[in-house]
């Protein structure tokens, strides 16, 4: 199975800053036909969890701008450019190149 | 409009099955994967299988295999997910989700998801 480590697990931000998480996979999830199979979820407080980026750094349909994706093979980013207060939840990245798909373990991110 | 609705919450006691639902409207569920991924309380996201397109037949993942179940029903675009010889350890949030189905490598991503079905296991 593919392991996916997140850094950090906790993400306190002040609102207007920027935001990193950290995604690696231990194995590479670039595919012969040139893309990265890296997901990132968003799932806010009671909610069900919702798409941001998909192949690495491709913004979901109505994802602000302010987020973005990158990386490739084993180590990838989701950056916040300006935090805001409906930021807050947990993000995960996700692997869907083979099965099982597996995700990590989640980086909660709340405002200072 | 594009939307996976799940049925309801359920009370089970350990040993005895569940059945969850989750009926697809706005798409046609014979174009997508349905998978189902499942949250504890307080813990993360586990994915536990995927229904495929085309045939609808299922692919679990290792731990699911034994005592899980997806079926499909494309005359009421209703995906199923029953889990049977329930555990306290089950007890969880169960959500579908679906994924474009041209192929397992599209450019696509579990991009609507259900509202979650909160299963209890307790004697």
């Known amino acids: 199975d593919i392991v996916m480590t997140q850094s950090p697990l906790s993400l306190p931000v002040t609102p207007g800053e920027p935001a990193s998480i950290s995604c690696r996979s231990s194995?590479?999830?670039?595919?012969?036909?040139?893309?990265?199979?890296l997901d990132w979820y968003l799932q806010r407080p009671g909610q069900s969890p919702q798409l941001l980026i998909y192949?690495?750094?491709t913004r979901a349909s109505g994802v602000p701008d302010r987020f973005s994706g990158s990386g490739s093979g084993t180590d990838f980013t989701l950056k916040i450019s300006r935090v805001e207060a409906e930021d807050v939840g947990v993000y995960y990245c996700?692997?869907?190149?083979?099965?099982?798909?597996?995700f990590g373990q989640g980086t909660r991110l709340e405002i200072k | 409009q594009v939307q996976l609705v799940q049925s309801g919450a359920e009370v089970k006691k350990p040993g005895a099955s569940v059945k969850v639902s989750c009926k697809a409207s706005?798409?046609?569920?014979?174009?997508?994967?349905i998978h189902w991924v499942r949250q504890a309380p307080g813990q993360g996201l586990e994915w536990m299988g995927v229904?495929?397109?085309?045939?609808?037949?299922?692919s679990l993942a290792q731990k699911f295999q034994v005592r899980v179940t997806m079926t499909r029903d494309t005359s009421t675009s209703t995906v199923y997910m029953e889990f049977s010889s329930l555990r306290s350890e089950d007890t969880a949030v169960y959500y579908c989700a679906r994924r474009e189905g041209s192929s397992w490598y599209s450019h696509s991503a579990m991009d609507v998801w259900g509202q979650g079905t909160a299963v209890s296991v307790s004697s």
């Open positions: 996700m692997q869907p190149l083979q099965t099982p798909i597996t």
């Open positions: 194995q590479s999830l670039l595919h012969t036909n040139g893309n990265n199979y």
């Open positions: 229904v495929t397109p085309t045939s609808g037949s299922p």
């Open positions: 706005g798409f046609t569920i014979s174009d997508y994967y």
């Open positions: 192949l690495g750094s």
